[in-house]
């Protein structure tokens, strides 16, 4: 199966090159909607501390509840108790990115968690409300959080880890061909 990654280093600018002109128009279109349309101003809360994860892990299960990754897949942002300590020791260690998109009335929309591998950042987590769909908020959240990352330089790759989603493979800037063995 293709793994499909980002490549950071390149920076931002150079990243959204990969896009076709009329692309990049309606990126940067469809992130200034999903903000007009909510009435608020554009922003995305991110999180790297102990308590700051505390906070994002809190807000994202709320979206994650309502995400069909959840409900029909059961793979949704882990609800267990052992896991928010997991959490807790990687943002101790720098090994941890959380972000959050907002949405209407104080709520979140989308959720990503990452975490660090080596010089690589793995999506192992990201979710949205349905009932924002329409406005396309993992989309925004995802080239917001690439934005940031760019930005902060510290990144090799963004790792999608495996699966073959769209969107993995619209954003992507490259893939590895990866097997599993048991």
Partial sequence: ??????????GYAAYLGKFSSKSQYNLRRQRRVYFE???????????????????FYRRA??????TYQERLLNSGLPARPDFMEQMRSAALEGRV???LLPGADGRDA???YCLAAGQDLVCKYIGYDPA?????PGSTLLLMAVEALCEEQGARFFDFEEGGAQYKKQFATGSESCCNIL
């Fill in 97 to 99: 990115w959380g972000f």
């Fill in 110 to 112: 989308a959720y990503m």
């Fill in 61 to 66: 299960r709320a979206v994650s509840t309502l």
């Fill in 132 to 136: 924002t769909a329409q406005l396309s």
């Fill in 1 to 10: 199966y293709p793994r499909y990654y980002i490549e950071l280093r390149q």
């Fill in 37 to 55: 349309k909510l009435g608020i101003a554009p922003s995305m809360a991110v999180a790297r501390t102990p308590e700051e994860i505390e906070d």
